[in-house]
Nanobody, 123 residues
Framework: QVQLVESGGGLVQAGGSLRLSCAAS????????MGWFRRAKGKEREFVAA???????YYADSVKGRFTISRDNAKNTVYLQMNSLKPEDTAVYYC?????????????????WGQGTQVTVSS
């Protein structure tokens, strides 16, 4: 019923910036919280950031102060602004939806996932 499509990934040099977008189709976000996760090569999926229906945000320590999550419910879109990128940020980034107003860092609590977009940060 819900389709999430990420965009904005690409190749950037260390210290650069990138903004990811996640557009929903099929229905509006409603009261659902949204999150961003990433999976680096050879590593497990990890939580990046999440935002509640009311706009409260939560970040992993590894990206705090560098990344900003936001949402525009009128456009059914969630964003991830990534600044001061590091090579360790290289990963496939996934947008996810949770059937709750409240944020969570656990991937198992999210119901829908996008296809992912590759972010590569060169040294």
């Amino acid at each position: 019923q819900v389709q999430l499509v990420e965009s904005g990934g690409g190749l950037v040099q260390a210290g650069g910036s990138l903004r990811l977008s996640c557009a929903a189709s099929g229905r509006t976000f409603g009261s659902d919280a949204m999150g961003w996760f990433r999976r680096a090569k050879g590593k497990e999926r990890e939580f990046v950031a999440a935002i509640s229906w009311s706009g409260n945000s939560y970040y992993a320590d590894s990206v705090k102060g560098r990344f900003t999550i936001s949402r525009d419910n009128a456009k059914n879109t969630v964003y991830l602004q990534m600044n001061s990128l590091k090579p360790e940020d290289t990963a496939v980034y996934y947008c996810a939806r949770r059937s709750s107003n409240y944020v969570s860092s656990l991937g198992i609590e999210y119901n829908y996932w996008g296809q992912g977009t590759q972010v590569t940060v060169s040294s």
